[in-house]
């Protein structure tokens, strides 16, 4: 090119009234030149390589090549020539001497300052010097998101995300870049300057605060195996509730039941408590813990009329005839007549309803009876006596869970006026008006 340039110099030079116009226009098309020809490489190169590789990729079983084009890995590459093109000829415009600038003496270097210019070829330097640092910079985050790619197409990734990792990765690529950019425009040595740096540690920290909390959160979090993607979490601190759909170095974001998105602090889910249901989906069930509550005013013995009715009933028939025979035992044994209602045992409708409320549970197949279920009495309050069922539904999914649970307590309001109890409810504007009509 710098034949090109001297040609050009002399050829303007050569034509009448534009001998002042020389220097400038010949500098200016070489650029011209320089730039078309860059550009064409550059063109030529991405157009062969990327065809060369993507036949190469159709003809492989594996999937990596692929991803490696798809993230324009080879695209960045191709920056290089035209780069090296470039770099190669930042010095059309400075004289060809073996001599630095300072050695000259005045008359040579007006001489040499008629046809030259000798501050473009630096400048044209740290222009091709940025541009390779671009270029690395391109093609790093490239190789480093089609390695993440990759990886999440392992079954480790389930398990142990990485994409915490690959961002702080590009950020210290980045840092770095950062520091190469300024030690070329500031003509200083980038050692130097990191070297400087250590005296705004404290400033970094702080501007990282952040990043650092999160890489540490994200290595506890991937160590402990605490959470990963896909996992359902409860965060009610956050007002997060759903699973999560993405896990980086500062953030995890949640897609909550209603569609709507949470984006938690990383950090966060280590130094604050929330919970994660995937004990839940790798148990086999889902837990049902609902309880109904009994009017107190309901709660009897029961007559010999209720134990007659109740014998009908198939799940409970055999329990009421056995109980009616150990308590008839236990009376005679201890001289209790049957009319001595308080000093002898007897069956209350409500114990009854409780077992009838565990067979119940125990043919319904829809319940998981390798799992813990029962059926217990709460702590009575004003609002009467709560019947809690606890078992476990083998359907997980919600929707489906849901309607498990919900025919499982139809059915138990239906059947409680069988036991001759009633629910308590709160009394309402209708109940009160019904009671007033009456009197």
């Known amino acids: 090119m710098t034949s090109v340039y001297k040609f050009l110099l002399e050829t303007i030079r050569d034509i009448s009234g ?86 000259l003496s005045d008359s040579a270097l007006n001489t040499l300052s008629q046809d030259y210019y000798f501050s473009l070829a630096g400048f044209l330097v740290k222009l091709a010097q940025m541009y390779f640092i671009f270029i690395v910079i391109f093609v790093s985050n490239s190789v480093l998101n089609a390695g993440l790619d990759i990886y999440n197409t392992t079954p480790y990734s389930k398990n142990r995300p990485i994409k915490g990792y690959i ?71 956050r007002g997060a ?27 966060a889910m280590v130094s604050e408590s929330f919970i994660n249901w995937k004990g839940m989906e790798e148990s086999g069930g889902r837990r049902i813990m609902r309880s109904v509550t009994i009017d107190m005013t309901t709660i009897k013995f029961c007559t010999s009329e209720m134990l007659n009715r109740f014998q009908k009933f198939y799940l409970i028939r055999d329990y009421v005839t056995e109980k009616e025979n150990e308590i008839e035992e236990y009376n005679k044994k201890h001289n209790i007549s049957n009319d001595d209602v308080i000093s002898g045992r007897r069956q209350t409708n409500v114990g009854v309803f409780r077992k009838y409320l565990e067979k119940y549970l125990e043919q319904n197949q829809k319940v998981n ?28 999914s919600w929707p489906i869970y849901e309607g498990v649970q919900a025919d499982i307590f139809d059915h138990v309001l239906a059947v409680i006026p069988e036991f001759e109890l009633r629910v308590f409810q709160e009394p309402t504007g209708n109940d009160i008006t019904r009671a007033i009509s009456k009197n």
């Open 18 to 103: 534009l001998e002042s116009f020389a220097k400038p226009g010949a500098a200016f098309a070489t650029l011209v030149l320089i730039i078309i020809a860059a550009w064409l490489a550059h063109f030529i190169t991405r157009q062969v390589l990327i065809k060369i590789m993507s036949r190469i990729a159709k003809r492989t079983k594996t999937t990596w090549d692929d991803i490696l084009i798809k993230r324009r890995v080879f695209s960045g590459l191709a920056h290089l020539v035209p780069a090296i093109i470039l770099y190669s000829t930042s010095g059309f415009s400075y004289p060809n001497i073996t001599q630095e600038l300072s050695e």
């Open 369 to 396: 009876h390798d799992m813990i279920f029962m059926v217990r009495q709460l702590h009575p309050s004003g609002k009467g006596l709560p019947i809690e069922i606890y078992a476990f539904s083998k359907e997980q």
């Open 241 to 267: 509730d759903g699973p999560v759909i993405d896990i980086t170095l500062n953030t995890i974001k949640v897609r909550n039941w209603d569609q709507t998105i949470s984006t938690i602090p990383t950090y």
């Open 167 to 237: 961002q702080l990765v590009k950020i210290f690529i980045f840092f770095l870049s950062g520091i190469m950019v300024l030690a070329i425009l500031l003509e200083r040595d980038p050692t130097g300057l990191i070297a400087g740096l250590g005296a705004m540690a404290a400033v970094l920290l702080l501007v990282f605060k952040d990043t650092i909390l999160g890489f540490v959160a994200s290595i506890q979090l991937s160590a402990n195996n605490m959470v990963k993607i896909g996992d359902w979490v409860e965060m009610r601190s």
